[in-house]
């Protein structure tokens, strides 16, 4: 299970330089990334709640520590928020995906979704053919010796996933 980390702060007396203390002394260092992150979506600064929704959706893709392909869905009819849990679980659990996070819109063209990826690494990539850009993101992807997160958003039928073969075979 994720674990919590709760700290109750009492701010009451209005003391701001010693709640500042008390937070440095809690909060974990500043994590500097250098990762891609791949997202067409903005995160809403207003974003309340769901907290145990996405720590749920976070057990599914990390949870047990085993190596492979992971996979979580997020269903239901249209309007309810899915793609704002997922614009919210990307930019908060960014860094447990060392290797990137990206998006492709799943109701478009999946080659030229993953295309664009490619492009997004490697600017030199725009003179391939798209089978090229494509294929050039699955061997960085491959190249990978850490986690990545692929976001396939608006995605109608998840059996087309295994279709297109994103990402790399496992050996």
């Known amino acids: 299970e994720t674990p919590h980390i709760t700290h109750l702060l009492d701010a009451r007396d209005g003391n701001m330089e010693r709640i500042y203390q008390e937070l440095k002394d809690i909060l974990p260092a500043q994590q500097v990334g250098s990762q891609k992150f791949i997202v067409s979506w903005s995160r809403l600064p207003n974003f ?98 850490q986690d990545a997160l692929i976001v396939l958003d608006n995605c109608e039928n998840p059996g087309d996933v295994l279709k297109y073969e994103i990402a790399p075979k496992l050996k």
């Open 48 to 145: 309340k709640g769901r907290d145990e929704s996405l720590i749920e959706l976070h057990q599914k893709l990390i949870g047990d520590g085993r190596v492979g392909i992971k996979t979580a869905g997020l269903h239901g009819t249209g309007g309810i928020g899915k793609t704002q849990l997922a614009v919210e679980y990307a930019h908060r659990y960014r860094y447990y995906y060392p290797a990137g996070v990206y998006w492709l819109n799943g109701g478009a063209d999946w080659q030229s979704e993953v295309a664009d990826c490619a492009v997004h690494i490697d600017r030199s990539l725009l003179s391939e053919s798209l089978e090229g850009r494509v294929l050039a993101f699955r061997d960085y992807l491959a190249k990978q010796s």
